[in-house]
């Protein structure tokens, strides 16, 4: 059960001390800002730091050095349209059109290609015309070749120097749709 004292010297204080113990001082002004200002900035380094270990995780953010620097792709150079007299061509109908091969060698003949000969190919499914050279001393001529037809595409095929030939024409169903037929 609680006692009653009597009042002594030491239940009055003066006004304007705000102690209420023997070691306690008293509270300075802002020191509630302090802890907020903790407690903020503590919050911000989380969440930043769980942000960086997310992107790190998820692989967003790679700090490893590439290992090699990333190669621009350069222009390949290709060799001017020329037409060459003394290169002959053999011209080969890859399509169902009949007489393509001789409607190509009047053009390429018209245009100042030597036609070696004309004919069929074995296989008449081709899409695409294209006009094979046997080395890359020829791709100027075959671009020529291919500037009189007017459609198709060039390729290096190095098995066409085997068969005695230099350049060599596919006809496909690009050119026959070009001519009207």
Known sequence: MAQNFPRDRFDSLPNGIDRVGAHRAPSRRGRAWIGFGIAALATVLLVAGGIIWL????????????????????????????????????????????????????????????????????????????????????????????GALGVGDVGLDPSIAETGGTITVVLGADYAAAVGG
Not at 92 to 97: E, F, K
Not at 103 to 116: E, F
């Open 55 to 146: 992107m790190v995780f998820n692989g967003r953010l790679n700090f490893a050095e590439p290992s090699t620097p990333p190669q621009t792709e350069q222009p390949v150079e290709t060799a001017p349209p020329t037409i060459a007299p003394e290169v002959p061509v053999l011209v080969l109908n890859g399509t169902d059109v009949s007489g393509l091969a001789s409607t190509a060698s009047d053009v390429l003949q018209g245009a100042g290609v030597p036609v070696a000969s004309a004919a069929n190919a074995s296989d008449s499914s081709f899409q695409t015309t294209t006009v094979y050279y046997a080395s890359p001393e020829l791709e100027g001529a075959a671009r020529g070749v291919l």
